[in-house]
């Protein structure tokens, strides 16, 4: 059974840094792409950066990009998101997902976790 | 960025009652187009993708079809476990984008 699950979420200060990580089973992780969406409470989903299974290209909204870092460790079967200089407009429910099939070039996500939830606040 | 507009913003339907949603793209995407359901509490779930192919396990009452920049999401027959957000989401360029959402809700 296919399963992503994330952790790391929590309080951070304006200005501050957290590491999101989300922990994959029951697939070949280092064949599929992998990305971040989040949704701020009570609101849409908004994509936040993406990686391909080797690692040989990232993508980032332009909301996040310099301030966001994605990686991924396939021995360990787990993706980041490190989060610096943190805004208030950060603060969302953070879900990691996998990309449907990036071979194709198919982007779309087949499978999200949980989420876990990022409060930026003083 | 490509932009999509979704709409209604809400659509209140009977169980039963036949669903259309739409999502309109602000320039070409091809067909690359996806559809997902949320239901409160929940993480997403991809319905269709490509326009019009299911993904695994969604009943047939959803289908999507596409005409240019415009694409729908039809549910034909509403089942209760239906009543939810639907969002479209493109993949043709970078970034990735999302629609704002159409929220279907028992009349």
Same mark, same amino acid.
């Given at each position: 059974?296919?399963?992503?699950?994330?952790?790391?979420? &929590? !309080?951070?200060?304006?200005?501050? =840094?957290?590491? !999101?990580?989300?922990?994959?089973?029951?697939?070949?992780?280092?064949?599929?792409?992998?990305?971040? +969406?989040?949704?701020?409470?009570?609101?849409?989903?908004?994509? +936040?950066?993406?990686?391909? &299974?080797? =690692?040989?290209?990232?993508?980032?909204?332009?909301?996040?990009?310099?301030?966001?870092?994605?990686?991924?460790?396939?021995?360990?079967?787990?993706?980041?998101?490190?989060?610096?200089? !943190?805004?208030?407009?950060?603060?969302?429910?953070?879900?990691?997902?996998?990309? !449907?099939? =990036?071979?194709?070039?198919?982007?779309?996500?087949?499978?999200? &976790?949980?989420?876990?939830?990022?409060?930026? =606040?003083? | 960025?490509?932009? $999509?507009?979704?709409?209604?913003?809400?659509?209140? $339907?009977?169980?039963?009652?036949?669903?259309?949603?739409?999502?309109?793209?602000?320039?070409?995407?091809?067909?690359?187009?996806?559809?997902?359901?949320?239901?409160?509490?929940?993480?997403?779930?991809?319905?269709?993708?490509?326009?019009?192919?299911?993904?695994?396990?969604?009943?047939?009452?959803?289908?999507?079809?596409?005409?240019?920049?415009?694409?729908? $999401?039809?549910?034909?027959?509403?089942?209760?476990?239906?009543?939810?957000?639907?969002?479209?989401?493109?993949?043709?360029?970078?970034?990735?984008?999302?629609?704002?959402?159409?929220?279907?809700?028992?009349?």
């Amino acid at each position: 059974e296919v399963q992503v699950l994330e952790s790391g979420g &929590g !309080l951070a200060q304006p200005g501050g =840094s957290l590491r !999101l990580s989300c922990a994959a089973s029951g697939f070949t992780f280092s064949n599929y792409a992998m990305s971040w +969406v989040r949704q701020a409470p009570g609101k849409g989903l908004e994509w +936040v950066s993406a990686i391909t &299974g080797g =690692s040989d290209s990232t993508y980032y909204a332009d909301s996040v990009k310099g301030r966001f870092t994605i990686s991924r460790d396939n021995s360990k079967n787990t993706l980041y998101l490190q989060m610096n200089s !943190l805004r208030a407009d950060d603060t969302a429910v953070y879900y990691c997902a996998r990309v !449907l099939d =990036s071979i194709n070039w198919r982007y779309y996500f087949d499978y999200w &976790g949980q989420g876990t939830l990022v409060t930026v =606040s003083s | 960025e490509i932009v $999509l507009t979704q709409s209604p913003a809400t659509l209140s $339907l009977s169980p039963g009652e036949r669903a259309t949603l739409s999502c309109r793209a602000s320039q070409s995407v091809s067909s690359y187009l996806a559809w997902y359901q949320q239901k409160p509490g929940q993480a997403p779930r991809l319905l269709i993708y490509d326009a019009s192919n299911r993904a695994t396990g969604v009943p047939a009452r959803f289908s999507g079809s596409e005409s240019g920049t415009d694409f729908t $999401l039809t549910i034909s027959s509403l089942e209760p476990e239906d009543f939810a957000v639907y969002y479209c989401q493109q993949r043709r360029d970078w970034p990735l984008t999302f629609g704002g959402g159409t929220k279907v809700e028992i009349k």
